[in-house]
């Protein structure tokens, strides 16, 4: 079926039917036709003199508002309840010793709970489109992409684990003016192994996730990113507090212990790089693919600075318990958008790169959220989920008697305003930044989650932090609720 004409049109025949996407027109923004989104099976019975003997890749999933908000809404819920998890660790576990002398700790939490975006859903992101286009239908093209992939993820955790402490280092020193080595070596222990082991684990789960719903006819992109999501955070907080505690409570006694296990885990590195460049596709990655994992460790660390410092004011302690949650649910959100249109212009075959690329008109909201394409139907979808999810998350955190703050109905107005505006602005991100790195020959896959995660990272925490001074100077003050 895979006939292209000369004139850049390619012809496709359902059951029948003839169906004509102009992929030039596609290419320039003037229309964007999803037939290729809409037609479940496609024969190729009439194409059979094509001369191109490679496989085709299976054809995409017909999916509807209602088929892509069913698919969505169980991985999304689940991954929902993984945040609520994840900001009730966070809400017991800074009263604990490591988190209350070594402030800093508080930074590393969303850079390290980012590092879900910025490698898990990429991952995930990859994978999922390299399932849809048929480069993981056999067992040995399958291997060499879990292989490749996996050691490619360890070598970004340890590197990103490294810079995320260095960054809270940094950001702790400056404002307090006194740097303590010894609490320096214990961030960057913490950091390294909890990147390393949290990637690891994730990892794996995703590659189960995505090999599981190809199989069963679920489209990967719908349910890999808010399943690496639903973990990720429990993951990844659990293990940063357990690893600091430990490794704490060595200061005093063993004081070789830190510096061990960071020189442990540096020392693995270069057998991740060596497995990681034997796989074309992640070798272009491994050597192209760290600004945007680099920069979005910097951008989730001064949302780590924020919360720091929010934190650390006893009159906002209860910030803690939400901050995961409204930061995961946007994070969720927008993965699942970027990675479906990344998938999307992947399937309709354009080129990543014209000779004379003509520019893509910047996308108005009313375009992004109120179009006609199979993209603008899964972003009022996506939109639609904010505020009841966030209603249920918000009952279950009350429900067990977290944080320290009661719900009131002005907290819970303010709460939704600023989780809307978050997801609005990311939503609308997405559609502008994954067809600009497209136009420019770079891989949506690789580049624009890890951005547009760090982004919700700063501006839930940022938005989180001014809702709670707001409703701090006009009265509604309640601290000690859950202590």
């Known amino acids: ?80 309840f993984g945040t609520v998890a994840a900001g009730m660790v966070l809400d017991i576990v800074q009263h604990w010793t490591v988190f209350t002398e070594v402030t800093e700790v ?43 992939n996996l050691a490619l993820i360890q070598v970004q955790a340890t590197v990103v684990g490294f810079l995320a402490s260095i960054a809270a280092v940094i950001f702790g020193w400056i404002p307090e003016g006194h740097f303590k080595l010894g609490h320096a070596v214990l961030l960057c222990a913490s950091s390294v192994s909890t990147a390393f082991i ?16 190809r199989k069963v006819g679920i489209n990967p992109d719908n349910v890999a990113t808010p399943i690496a999501a639903s973990l990720g955070d429990l993951i990844t907080l659990a293990l940063l507090a357990g690893i600091s505690t430990g490794l704490y409570k060595q200061l005093d006694h063993n004081d070789y212990v830190n510096p061990l296990v960071c020189a442990i885990f540096v020392a693995l590195t270069p057998v991740w790089v060596l497995i990681a460049r034997r796989i074309p596709p992640t070798r272009e990655v491994l050597y192209s693919g760290w600004e945007p994992v680099i920069i979005a460790m910097a951008i989730s660390s001064v949302g780590g600075l924020i919360l720091d410092k929010t934190v650390s ?16 649910v946007a994070g969720n959100l927008v993965a699942v958008q970027a990675s479906r249109i990344s998938t ?19 996308p108005t909201p009313c375009s992004t959220f109120f179009g006609s394409s199979v993209n603008s139907r899964s972003a009022r979808v996506l939109f639609l989920l904010v505020a009841p999810g966030h209603l249920v998350f918000l009952y279950a955190i009350n429900s067990m008697q977290g944080g320290h703050t009661t719900l009131t109905s002005i907290f819970i107005a303010f709460y939704l305003a600023a989780a809307l505006l978050q997801v609005v602005i990311l939503l609308y991100l ?15 896959d690789n580049f624009s989650i890890p951005y547009l995660t760090a982004l919700g ?27």
């Open 1 to 80: 079926r895979g006939r292209r004409e000369e004139s850049g049109t390619e012809t496709l025949r359902p059951e029948g039917e003839t169906v004509v996407v102009d992929c030039r027109v596609n290419a320039k923004g003037q229309r964007e036709e999803d037939a290729l989104l809409e037609n479940a099976s496609q024969s190729n019975e009439s194409d059979d003199t094509s001369t191109d003997q490679s496989p085709e890749p299976p054809a995409p999933l017909k999916e509807t508002s209602f088929s892509i908000g069913l698919q969505v809404v169980i991985p999304f819920l689940l991954a929902g």
């Open 106 to 148: 508080f930074i590393l939490v969303p850079a390290l709970l980012g590092l879900k975006g910025n490698l898990e859903m990429t991952l995930a992101s990859r994978l999922s489109t390299a399932a849809n286009i048929g480069q993981m239908d056999t067992a040995k093209e399958m291997g060499k992409m879990v292989m490749g």
């Open 198 to 213: 949290a990637s690891l684990l994730l990892g794996l789960i995703m590659i189960g996730v995505i090999i599981a719903s």
């Open 313 to 328: 004011n006893p009159n906002f302690a209860g910030i803690a318990v939400f901050s995961p949650v409204i930061n995961g």
């Open 344 to 362: 999307y212009l992947h399937m309709t075959a354009l080129p990543m790169v014209e000779p004379n690329p003509p520019p893509r008109k910047c």
């Open 430 to 444: 997405a559609d502008w930044m994954v067809h600009w790195m497209w136009g420019r020959g770079m891989d949506p």
């Open 457 to 483: 990272d700063l501006l839930g925490t940022g938005f989180l932090a001014l809702c709670f001074h707001i409703l701090w100077l006009i009265g509604d003050r309640d601290t000690d609720v859950g202590d």
